[in-house]
């Protein structure tokens, strides 16, 4: 089963490096066919298999023999991995696996539903800024509303009134909040020179996503392997001190970690720094 995500996801994954790269260049995302940005020839189907094509094409173009840029395997690995973490995280403990002691149910479904897509746009936020600084908003409007449509559902499936701050929408909308008013700051405080305008709306997705207090983990991630990043590029002699490195893909990461690692970040919180959430 975890196999069958991860190829659902290698082939999702195709499709979000495509994504990623029309919403650059504005050409239609779903009915273009896919073709070599060098000699424009269209990409056969059989060359357009997941990863594999790559390899087999020792990664160059059938037609031109230029360089495809590494960056579209690596989007389908990531994708089809972080398909696989989801598919084990939800039916990893299933019955077909260790015994029918859980039944899925149709929150389970939409959970993993809406994990699934959550990767997705993560995927693309993190590609896309990364190659050119810049968090669309024909990507983060969307995720957003759908998130917070997501935490709206879950607040009504549950016990709690919509003035605790453990409800789902008030904590996502709280920590949203919370998030767009620090990264809102800091660019107020830098004149727009540490972090962009595209941070804010991450950081509501973060915040809409994660909720209370799990975004500032989800900071305290993103600041820990942002400096760790750049003190590697500075050493490496790939950036200097005075160059711009997107905060996006540090966002994103610090995102995925609280959310595949939210028991253990509990766990640890609960023992170590007494906080109880
Ligand atoms: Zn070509």
Redesign the pocket.
């Known amino acids: 089963m975890v196999a069958i995500f991860f190829i659902a996801g290698l082939i999702i994954g195709s499709f979000l490096g495509v994504v990623s790269w029309r919403l650059k260049t504005a050409e239609d995302i779903v009915w273009e066919r896919s073709h ?6 269209k990409i056969r189907w059989y060359d357009n298999i997941p990863l594999l094509s790559f390899i087999i094409l020792w990664g160059q ?6 360089r495809i840029s590494w960056e579209y395997p690596l989007i389908e690995l990531v994708t089809g991995l972080l398909f696989a973490a989801v598919a084990w995280k939800f039916l990893g403990t299933l019955g077909f696996m260790a015994g029918p002691e859980r039944i899925f149910t149709n929150g389970d479904i939409v959970d993993m539903s809406f994990w699934l897509f959550a990767v997705c746009y993560l995927v693309i936020i993190f590609f896309h800024d990364l190659d050119f600084m810049l968090i669309p908003d024909a990507v983060v409007y969307p995720a957003i509303l759908v998130t917070l449509g997501y935490q709206y559902y879950k607040y009504m499936g549950g016990p709690l009134g919509i003035a605790s701050l453990k409800a789902p929408i008030t904590s996502a909308l709280f920590a949203a909040f919370v998030a767009a008013l620090f990264f809102f700051l800091l660019i107020w405080m830098s004149r727009g020179k540490w972090i962009g305008g595209g941070d804010v709306k991450l950081g509501f997705l973060a915040g809409a996503m994660v909720g209370w207090p799990k975004i500032l983990f989800v900071l305290f991630f993103a600041y820990m392997i942002g400096a760790v990043a750049s003190l590697i590029l500075i050493g490496t002699k790939k950036k200097t001190w005075k160059s711009q490195i997107p905060f996006g893909p540090f966002l994103v990461a610090g995102i995925l970690i609280v959310m595949f690692f939210s028991e253990q970040i509990q766990f640890w919180a609960n023992r170590y720094l007494d906080m109880r959430y």
């Open positions: 070599c940005p060098h000699c424009k020839k173009c059938r037609d031109c023999k230029k």
